[in-house]
């Protein structure tokens, strides 16, 4: 019988193949006649004897697979050598010496070890009829993290929690190659110092900024360029102007009850704004008077001398503002949504499609946030002031920060009021949002000016640590390396830790997420 390349696998010849009640049995022989010996490499013919080897394969039409060959031992021909008898080995793409699964099938092992780990691993290979328990699973895992990886240069380090909150460890990742190469019991100085200094092929390692990764880096490899990461920086520089705006509270609290603006603290815009509000509120009050005795609209334009359309726009109580909402694009179309809503049409997007017939070329999103802040008006009788509530420090924050732009009239007021109250919150602001650009535009030449600016501020305690810390800071702003990526391989961590039911052993967690590149 010839070679039959899809029965076995390469450099092997099928002789017979059987049916036996586990599945096929393949009777198989080396296809050389010769073979080399491992010490001297010479190529000797003088077989000394023979041993059956057994090798399990991937199963074939709905039956698993069993290879049986004969292994030939052979004598060595030169007579110099000290290796007498050897035994000959198959081809690396056939099995492995004394493998008993041939390296095809040791490569589905292996993956389906890495993406399900032991248990769960073993029922799902009784269904592919592949041959192998959980420990093989788990043995062939913890086998190919255990190969040798290249040199690392560019490292990040960050913490990951073993059983959340109760212990951490450390998570190495090789940024250039993009993969975990190790994984630490612990997150001590000490244990990271070591294992760094035991690589020095590392120049840089990026880390956040908790102090403990500082001192392990700068132990570890005095000479490397610490990256401090640019995401952290970002958080850190947040989470200061929260604290800022906890620390400022009771000052907001007593600008909030006492209700009043103060036009010498607010800034040369605010006040321009400021000033315009009270003439409004003045116009307001007057139209609004006149509106409550049952004066007609026609009337009420020919007595103040003001626009018809905005006699109506007061009347329905949608002339409020401090500040102006910044709008934009929406301006022109104001008048046609006041029209639709106050004839009943409240739904947002039915709203957009109508101003957008009309000409408007913004998003749904515009619309559907005018209708939003519409309908909080509404809310509020015109004239009738509610008690002011104070905000928590959480949503100062987010209204001074990311929700600027988007605050309804009533809570713009609000919050002016504590900005001109408490004008160092503005300062801070402005700062955190400077630091936050300078990190977006890798401005590294801003880092400078930022610290002396920065110094004075209520942010005080956030920019000590940038000082502490001026290097790392700088080389987040030039170098391309980020510790994102770290966080990402922490997320995949995450994942696998899950999938081992919180039972994770710290060597097969290492085990399964190092063989997986
Ligand atoms: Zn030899």
């Given at each position: 019988?010839?070679?039959?390349?899809?029965?076995?696998?390469?450099?092997?010849?099928?002789?017979?193949?059987?049916?036996?009640?586990?599945?096929?049995?393949?009777?198989?022989?080396?296809?050389?006649?010769?073979?080399?010996?491992?010490?001297?490499?010479?190529?000797?013919?003088?077989?000394?004897?023979?041993?059956?080897?057994?090798?399990?394969?991937?199963?074939?039409?709905?039956?698993?697979?069993?290879?049986?060959?004969?292994?030939?031992?052979?004598?060595?021909?030169?007579?110099?050598?000290?290796?007498?008898?050897?035994?000959?080995?198959?081809?690396?793409?056939?099995?492995?010496?004394?493998?008993?699964?041939?390296?095809?099938?040791?490569?589905?092992?292996?993956h389906l070890g890495l993406a399900l780990g032991g248990r769960p691993g073993?029922?799902?290979?009784?269904?592919?009829?592949?041959?192998?328990?959980?420990?093989?699973?788990?043995?062939?895992v913890?086998?190919?993290a255990?190969?040798?990886?290249?040199?690392?240069?560019?490292?990040?380090?960050d913490d990951w929690a073993f059983k959340r909150?109760?212990?951490?460890g450390?998570i190495?990742c090789?940024?250039?190659?993009r993969r975990i190469?190790?994984l630490?019991?612990?997150?001590?100085?000490?244990?990271?110092?070591?294992?760094?200094?035991?690589?020095?092929?590392?120049?840089?390692?990026?880390?956040?900024?908790?102090?403990?990764?500082?001192?392990?880096?700068?132990?570890?490899?005095?000479?490397?360029?610490?990256?401090?990461?640019?995401?952290?920086?970002?958080?850190?520089?947040?989470?200061?102007?929260?604290?800022?705006?906890?620390?400022?509270?009771?000052?907001?609290?007593?600008?909030?009850?006492?209700?009043?603006?103060?036009?010498?603290?607010?800034?040369?815009?605010?006040?321009?704004?400021?000033?315009?509000?009270?003439?409004?509120?003045?116009?307001?009050?007057?139209?609004?008077?006149?509106?409550?005795?049952?004066?007609?609209?026609?009337?009420?334009?020919?007595?103040?001398?003001?626009?018809?359309?905005?006699?109506?726009?007061?009347?329905?109580?949608?002339?409020?503002?401090?500040?102006?909402?910044?709008?934009?694009?929406?301006?022109?179309?104001?008048?046609?949504?006041?029209?639709?809503?106050?004839?009943?049409?409240?739904?947002?997007?039915?709203?957009?499609?109508?101003?957008?017939?009309?000409?408007?070329?913004?998003?749904?999103?515009?619309?559907?946030?005018?209708?939003?802040?519409?309908?909080?008006?509404?809310?509020?009788?015109?004239?009738?002031?509610?008690?002011?509530?104070?905000?928590?420090?959480?949503?100062?924050?987010?209204?001074?920060?990311?929700?600027?732009?988007?605050?309804?009239?009533?809570?713009?007021?609000?919050?002016?009021?504590?900005?001109?109250?408490?004008?160092?919150?503005?300062?801070?602001?402005?700062?955190?949002?400077?630091?936050?650009?300078?990190?977006?535009?890798?401005?590294?030449?801003?880092?400078?000016?930022?610290?002396?600016?920065?110094?004075?501020?209520?942010?005080?305690?956030?920019?000590?640590?940038?000082?502490?810390?001026?290097?790392?800071?700088?080389?987040?702003?030039?170098?391309?390396?980020?510790?994102?990526q770290t966080e990402g391989q922490n997320t995949k961590l995450k994942l696998v830790k899950r999938q081992m039911y919180g039972r994770a052993n710290l060597?097969l967690l290492r085990a399964r997420l190092l063989g997986a590149a």
């Amino acid at each position: 019988m010839g070679r039959d390349l899809s029965l076995a696998p390469c450099g092997l010849v099928v002789e017979r193949v059987e049916t036996e009640a586990a599945g096929l049995l393949i009777m198989a022989r080396p296809a050389s006649k010769t073979a080399t010996c491992p010490t001297c490499g010479s190529a000797s013919g003088r077989i000394h004897s023979t041993y059956e080897r057994s090798l399990a394969d991937l199963p074939s039409q709905g039956r698993a697979v069993r290879i049986r060959l004969w292994t030939r031992r052979f004598r060595c021909v030169l007579m110099t050598c000290r290796q007498r008898i050897f035994t000959e080995r198959l081809a690396a793409t056939a099995a492995r010496p004394f493998a008993r699964r041939t390296t095809r099938l040791e490569g589905i092992v292996h993956h389906l070890g890495l993406a399900l780990g032991g248990r769960p691993g073993q029922g799902f290979a009784r269904r592919l009829l592949l041959p192998v328990s959980k420990d093989t699973l788990l043995r062939v895992v913890r086998r190919h993290a255990a190969l040798p990886i290249e040199a690392p240069r560019v490292v990040g380090i960050d913490d990951w929690a073993f059983k959340r909150g109760h212990r951490y460890g450390t998570i190495v990742c090789d940024l250039e190659r993009r993969r975990i190469i190790d994984l630490l019991p612990d997150r001590e100085a000490a244990t990271v110092a070591a294992w760094l200094a035991a690589r020095p092929s590392i120049g840089v390692i990026a880390r956040d900024r908790g102090a403990g990764y500082i001192q392990a880096a700068t132990d570890g490899r005095p000479e490397a360029t610490q990256v401090a990461d640019r995401w952290h920086l970002m958080e850190n520089a947040s989470a200061a102007f929260l604290t800022v705006v906890q620390r400022s509270m009771q000052a907001v609290r007593k600008a909030v009850g006492s209700d009043v603006v103060d036009p010498t603290a607010l800034s040369c815009a605010e006040r321009r704004q400021h000033s315009g509000w009270l003439r409004r509120e003045e116009e307001n009050t007057a139209i609004l008077a006149l509106a409550k005795q049952g004066v007609a609209i026609k009337e009420i334009v020919r007595q103040t001398g003001k626009s018809r359309g905005l006699v109506r726009q007061v009347v329905r109580g949608g002339r409020m503002d401090v500040f102006r909402s910044r709008m934009g694009s929406l301006d022109p179309f104001l008048k046609q949504l006041d029209a639709d809503w106050v004839n009943g049409c409240r739904n947002g997007a039915a709203l957009w499609r109508r101003v957008k017939a009309a000409g408007f070329a913004g998003g749904l999103r515009v619309v559907a946030e005018w209708a939003t802040r519409r309908r909080k008006e509404e809310g509020t009788a015109p004239g009738g002031v509610r008690p002011r509530k104070v905000p928590s420090a959480r949503g100062i924050v987010r209204m001074m920060t990311t929700e600027r732009d988007l605050l309804s009239k009533t809570v713009a007021r609000t919050m002016a009021i504590i900005e001109g109250a408490v004008p160092a919150l503005v300062v801070a602001r402005d700062l955190v949002d400077r630091f936050h650009s300078m990190i977006q535009r890798r401005a590294s030449t801003d880092l400078e000016p930022w610290i002396m600016d920065a110094a004075p501020s209520l942010l005080g305690s956030f920019v000590t640590g940038i000082v502490q810390d001026r290097a790392g800071v700088h080389a987040a702003l030039t170098q391309p390396w980020s510790n994102g990526q770290t966080e990402g391989q922490n997320t995949k961590l995450k994942l696998v830790k899950r999938q081992m039911y919180g039972r994770a052993n710290l060597d097969l967690l290492r085990a399964r997420l190092l063989g997986a590149a």
